[in-house]
């Protein structure tokens, strides 16, 4: 499992829901929490670093043209 944190305006903005249908379209699981700091917190069930790779540029580029209304402003990965 891989995890990845998310900053920016991202909670109340469907950006858990963004991130749980863009690990689907890429064939993976993922979970995403919002955390009491105001970022979210994603898991992908995957340890393969190509995989979180696609996935940080599928949030980044929405190529699924995903309802998002926020703003991610930065992606740790833990």
């Known amino acids: 499992m891989k995890e990845l944190v998310l900053r920016g305006n991202v909670q109340g903005v469907a950006c858990r829901y963004?991130?749980?249908e863009?690990?689907?379209?890429?064939?993976?699981?993922?979970?995403?929490?919002?955390?009491?700091d105001g970022t979210v917190r994603v898991v992908l069930d995957t340890e393969n670093d190509?995989?979180?790779k696609k996935f940080?540029?599928?949030l980044r580029e929405n190529p699924c043209n995903i309802r998002f209304w926020g703003t991610i402003t930065?992606?740790?990965q833990h």
């Open 18 to 20: 963004y991130c749980v």
């Open 22 to 36: 863009n690990a689907r379209a890429l064939g993976m699981r993922a979970t995403a929490t919002n955390l009491p």
């Open 56 to 58: 940080i540029t599928f």
């Open 50 to 52: 190509v995989a979180v």
């Open 74 to 76: 930065g992606i740790e």
